[in-house]
């Protein structure tokens, strides 16, 4: 029997530790761990936004991720045409996409030519749109400041205003 080849596919903005999680997790579950990373074209199709992070820097910041073999650029959403690509035998998603009708359909879909889907944990207290928010927050609360004053740790207040 060869080696058994993963597939983690993402976004991987705004690199956290659910994404550290995921990738640790799959690691454990295959031989070979390749890393699926949206383009920038896909992100802005699928998100209506782009990245924060560029594809080259999301790339090398995987590429240094001990758990990653090799990455991928996904320029398409369908998982079923990247594994006629890439050929995994098992695709890793957090757990917050079990049950959805996507995740169902591709549970399918992959059951036909034998790659497992394997759901792990998704770590709720954080995720890249906490992150996003929390970014807009502050360049709200940047573009706010009068010239010469600097943003303080004082907390904002549910109308935008500070302590």
Same mark, same amino acid.
């Given at each position: ?54 594809? &080259?820097?999301? %790339?090398?910041?995987?590429?240094? $991720?001990?758990? *990653?073999?090799?990455?991928?650029? @996904? ?52 995720? &890249?749109?906490? %992150?996003?928010?929390?970014?807009? $927050?502050?360049? *709200?609360?940047?573009?706010?400041? @009068? ?17």
């Amino acid at each position: 029997m060869g080696e058994r080849v993963g597939y983690a596919p993402g976004v991987f903005d705004l690199f956290h530790v659910g994404h550290l999680n995921i990738l640790r997790r799959a690691r454990a579950h295959c031989d070979h761990l390749i890393a699926g990373v949206c383009s920038d074209d896909l992100v802005l199709q699928l998100k209506g936004r782009p990245p924060v992070v560029p594809l &080259s820097e999301r %790339l090398e910041i995987l590429r240094s $991720v001990r758990y *990653v073999d090799e990455t991928f650029v @996904a320029t398409v959403n369908d998982k079923v045409e990247i594994w006629k690509e890439v050929r995994f035998d098992v695709i890793f998603k957090g757990d917050d996409w079990l049950g959805t009708d996507l995740w169902t359909h591709l549970e399918n879909e992959f059951a036909k030519v034998g790659v497992e889907v394997v759901y792990f944990p998704y770590t709720a207290h954080t995720s &890249s749109t906490l %992150l996003r928010h929390a970014l807009d $927050v502050l360049t *709200v609360r940047t573009a706010s400041l @009068a010239p010469g004053e600097r943003l303080t740790e004082q907390p904002l207040l549910s109308d935008g205003r500070r302590a």
